[in-house]
């Protein structure tokens, strides 16, 4: 540390170049784990396409982001409720029109994410996306599979509804949940979470770096 940092003659200690080297690091550094939390909480969902396969229309779209699994092996006629319900055949609309059903999930600001749990009914398999930012184009961050254990909703990847699925890291403001590539003419989402962290926004780091540029030209007292 004490190579990176400037002194001057009368008092003042300057930390600029120490800041700036820390700063540049934390794009890359490890953001420890405790940090990161299920962005998908509470954030509005809306059906992009195919809304009219909805079973369910009057059931709010956010109930599947609203951070409660129903019990393992719960049926699916019995989460009208408690899961958005739509019909399909081999992930595409039954009516013959070849349109996905899509929900998307607006985060309302970028976050990067890294893992996901995904609750839905059982014999179906699920197709995650989260938009790039780069190219304004829904990529693929999961292919959620079916599940041949149990019955009804089921948790991926794991029942006991805690385990997340590694996904990514990708930076996203967005996220899509359709139906995969298998299933019948029914299929159920109860919820999605994704997990991850704020990006930091640029002039939060220019500000941080100008506080501590203050800071340090404060002259320091001289002992006697």
Avoid: C
């Avoid at 001057?8 to 990161?36: V, Y």
């Amino acid at each position: 540390m004490r190579s990176s940092i400037l002194r001057r003659n009368g008092g003042g200690t300057l930390f600029i170049a120490a800041a700036a080297a820390t700063l540049a690091t934390l794009g890359t550094a490890p953001i420890a784990r405790a940090a990161w939390a299920n962005v998908t909480l509470g954030k509005p969902v809306s059906v992009v396409s195919g809304s009219t396969e909805v079973f369910n229309p009057s059931t709010s779209d956010d109930v599947i982001t609203d951070g409660v699994f129903v019990p393992e092996d719960t049926a699916y006629n019995q989460t009208t409720s408690t899961a958005k319900q739509w019909g399909t055949t081999n992930g595409q609309n039954d009516d013959g029109t070849n349109t996905d059903t899509i929900f998307r999930v607006d985060l309302q600001g970028e976050f990067t994410i890294d893992s996901a749990i995904v609750q839905a009914d059982d014999n179906d398999s699920y197709l995650l996306q989260y938009h790039d930012l780069n190219t304004d184009t829904y990529q693929t961050l999961w292919n959620v599979p079916s599940v041949s254990v149990g019955l009804g909703l089921r948790t991926r990847p794991n029942a006991d509804q805690t385990t997340q699925m590694p996904v990514g890291p990708v930076i996203t403001d967005a996220i899509e949940l359709s139906a995969g590539a298998t299933g019948d003419a029914g299929f159920a989402v109860t919820e999605l979470q994704v997990f991850g962290t704020p990006v930091p926004e640029p002039a939060s780091a220019t500000l941080v770096l100008a506080s501590l540029a203050i800071v340090s030209l404060r002259p320091r007292r001289r002992s006697r």
